[in-house]
C-alpha cells in the first residue's frame, strides 16, 4: 500500500520569503510522485511530476521538488513566495508499475497563506 | 478546450436518497477517474473507468456505482446516501497509452451536500 504524509496543515510565509511544504511518502515500488494545488472553488492543478531519472523536478509557477529516495521525500519549494501562491497543495503517489494512469494517492493537504 | 466539465455544481440530497453526478473528459482523454474530497481532506480515489469498464477501485462501499459511455462520459451513482458522503466530487481524465505517462487533468468538481 502507498501512503503519502504532508508535514503540516497550515504553512504561513511572508511575500518574498522561501516556500517550503513538506511531503514523505511509503511505497514499496518504484513510485510517481506529484504536488497538485487547488484553489478555492476549484479542481486540482497539476504543479509537476516526478516520473523519471531526474530528482530535481522543475514545475510550473516557479515550483520545485526534489525526490530523495534515501529520506523518502519529495518537498516543494519556491524560493520567493507571491500572494497568488496562497493556496493549498497536496502531494501525491503512484505506483509507477501501474502505468501513467493508476490511481493517485494524496496527502492530507497544506493550506498555504502569504502574509503581505 | 474545455477541459473537464462537471455537472451538476452543487447538489443537496437527504439520507438515504440517490444522487448521479457526471463527468465530461477533456477532448482527446479516453479514461476517467472519479476521487471523493471530504472537507479537510486530500482526494480519495473511487473507481476508474476505460473502455467502458471499471478498471481500478478504491476502498468504497457498492452503494458507490459508475458507468462510461461510447462518448468517453462518465456518471458517478451513490445509492443510499448517508451523512459521511457529503464531500467534493472530483472527476479526472486522461489518455490510455500503456507506459507513456500522460498527466490526469481534474474537472472543478460537484459539491454534494447530504441533510
Known amino acids: 500500500a502507498q501512503s503519502v504524509t504532508q508535514l503540516g496543515s497550515h504553512v504561513s510565509v511572508s511575500e518574498g520569503a522561501l516556500v517550503l511544504l513538506r511531503c514523505n511518502y511509503s511505497s514499496s515500488v518504484p513510485p510517481y510522485l506529484f504536488w497538485y494545488v487547488q484553489y478555492p472553488n476549484q479542481g486540482l492543478q497539476l504543479l509537476l511530476k516526478y516520473t523519471s531519472a531526474a530528482t530535481l523536478v522543475k514545475g510550473i509557477n516557479g515550483f520545485e521538488a526534489e525526490f530523495k529516495k534515501s529520506e523518502t521525500s519529495f518537498h516543494l519549494t519556491k524560493p520567493s513566495a507571491h500572494m497568488s501562491d496562497a493556496a493549498e497543495y497536496f502531494c501525491?503517489?503512484?505506483?509507477?508499475?501501474?502505468?501513467?494512469?493508476?490511481?493517485?494517492?494524496f496527502g492530507k493537504g497544506t493550506l498555504l497563506t502569504v502574509n503581505p | 478546450d474545455a477541459g473537464v466539465t462537471q455537472s451538476p455544481t452543487h447538489l443537496i440530497k437527504t439520507r438515504g436518497q440517490q444522487v448521479t453526478l457526471r463527468c465530461s473528459p477533456k477532448s482527446g482523454h479516453d479514461t476517467v477517474s472519479w476521487y471523493q474530497q471530504a472537507l479537510g481532506q486530500g482526494p480519495q480515489f473511487i473507481f476508474q473507468y476505460y473502455e467502458e469498464e471499471e478498471r481500478q477501485r478504491g476502498n468504497f462501499p457498492d452503494r458507490f456505482s459508475g458507468h462510461q459511455f461510447p462518448n468517453y462520459s462518465s456518471e458517478l451513482n451513490v445509492n443510499a446516501l448517508l451523512l459521511g458522503d457529503s464531500a467534493l466530487y472530483l472527476c479526472a481524465s486522461s489518455l490510455e497509452q500503456g507506459r507513456i505517462y500522460n498527466e490526469q487533468f481534474f474537472g472543478p468538481g460537484t459539491r454534494l451536500t447530504v441533510l
Open positions: 501525491a503517489v503512484s505506483d509507477k508499475r501501474g502505468g501513467s494512469n493508476y490511481k493517485l494517492t
